[in-house]
């Protein structure tokens, strides 16, 4: 955990990302420096110092926590709107931003008479750092439906989550008329920030589904590509997202029909659980075979690097990729599927075991796109009938609309659909 929480803070994107990294750089080379009796705690203890002072800003055209690089912890928690009326929700949504805001600046909770229930739970100590924390508000179908008078502004592409047919759904574990995905360089962070956000709403917002995630930063050097719990390097193959080309094509929605919606985004979340104990009785070929890349290096089975771009033109008949690789059909890297392509932003998953003493773990899947039925159903089409289907099982999740970002101080989530 000190390892990971060290390398956090070179993990979220701005200029208080990079003070934070360079603190844990001058801690480091102060530690080296100073007498013998300075230890490796003292270090670490000034590296989670520094990541807990990251912030990434609130307010802008677009929300933070989707263009922003994968924090070490995420919280997906999808919730059912139960405000009695129009009003009544929009003050919810009111209410979230607030918080929202507070808790992603960093703020010292209000003094409270010890009698009473105090402002915040305390668990983060008596100043809540920022911590890179990202509050990233998005709705779903269902909000749209007759309670709120909201049906004629649903954009056309907002839909709910279909069974697709690997799928064994849950329904307790599936869709929701709003979802909030709370990311930060601690799980702890996460956590103070879900209660909260979820004490001041009550009257507005029930859980649905709720998924604590995490995103351990690579072993193999700062920057290295992160694993997923198939061991498999997880992400190389993103769309690069600081480019605003690449995010105004695959990324930000503008949907006709919809004007309020321009500057979000939809999201799709798949809750997919990994079969790790079958997975781990496969040969590494054969691993490899369903997935098409190196296990160790993340190379392509056809390169040398991972960041090698497959040959498929130069292997049609699929003798060193094989045709059904994971790789392949995601991505065919053709030009009429780059408009397919997508963001992927997922946390790995770990909750003990079932039933039948096997290991409940695998991805949240999650992943960003200005067209869910241009980009990720198409790429879910090609997977249909993988091989690598024997070993996950998608069972909840659901679409949402990522709501444009929240401008100013005097602005709120969702606050053009709703006014």
């Excluded at 931003?97 to 003094?111: D, H, K, M, Q, Y």
């Excluded at 909030?180 to 859980?207: E, K, M």
Aim: glycine fraction near 12%; include cysteine.
């Amino acid at each position: 955990m000190s390892r990971r929480r060290l390398l956090a803070g070179g993990l979220v994107g701005g200029a208080a990302a990079v003070t934070g990294s360079l603190a844990v750089s001058a801690a480091r080379s102060s530690a080296s420096a100073s007498s013998a009796g300075a230890s490796a705690d003292h270090v670490v203890e000034t590296g989670i110092v520094a990541a807990a002072h990251d912030t990434v800003p609130f307010h802008g055209a677009h929300q933070a926590g989707v263009l922003t690089p994968p924090q070490a912890a995420g919280v997906f928690v999808a919730l059912d709107a139960i405000a009695p009326d129009r009003a009544s929700l929009a003050q919810g949504f009111r209410t979230l931003t607030a918080r929202a805001r507070i808790a992603a600046a960093g703020f010292t909770p209000t003094p409270t008479p010890r009698s009473q229930p105090q402002d915040d739970s305390g668990i983060l100590g008596p100043v809540v750092p920022p911590d890179g924390l990202t509050v990233t508000v998005g709705v779903g179908a269902s909000l749209f439906d007759s309670r709120y008078g909201l049906g004629h502004l649903r954009p056309a592409g907002l839909t709910m989550m279909p069974v697709f047919p690997n799928d064994r759904i849950d329904p307790a574990q599936v869709h929701g008329d709003v979802l909030v995905q709370l990311c930060a360089n601690s799980v702890d962070t996460c956590l103070r920030a879900l209660r909260d956000l979820l004490r001041r709403t009550r009257g507005a917002f029930a859980v649905r589904w709720l998924m604590e995630g995490f995103h351990t930063p690579s072993k193999e050097g700062v920057g290295a590509t992160g694993r997923n719990l198939l061991g498999f390097k997880d992400g190389t193959a993103n769309p690069v997202r600081e480019d605003p080309q690449v995010a105004d094509t695959l990324i930000w929605s503008q949907p006709a029909d919809a004007p309020w919606a321009e500057g979000g985004t939809y999201q799709v979340v798949r809750l997919i659980r990994m079969l790790v104990e079958f997975w781990d009785r496969v040969s590494l070929s054969e691993q490899e075979g369903m997935i098409g890349r190196r296990r160790d290096t993340g190379a392509p089975l056809d390169g040398n690097g991972e960041f090698d771009t497959p040959g498929y033109s130069r292997d049609p008949a699929g003798d060193v990729i094989p045709l059904s690789a994971h790789i392949r059909l995601a991505n065919p890297r053709q030009a009429t599927t780059d408009a397919s392509r997508i963001l992927r932003r997922g946390y790995s998953y770990s909750r003990g075991f079932d039933t039948a003493g096997n290991l409940d773990m695998g991805l949240i899947f999650s992943c960003f796109n200005a067209d869910v039925h241009r980009q990720f159903e198409v790429v879910q089409g090609r997977l249909d009938g993988e091989p690598l289907e024997d070993y996950v099982k998608p069972f909840g999740g659901g679409y949402f609309f990522v709501l444009p970002g929240v401008r100013g101080p005097n602005d709120w989530y969702a606050s053009a659909l709703l006014s």
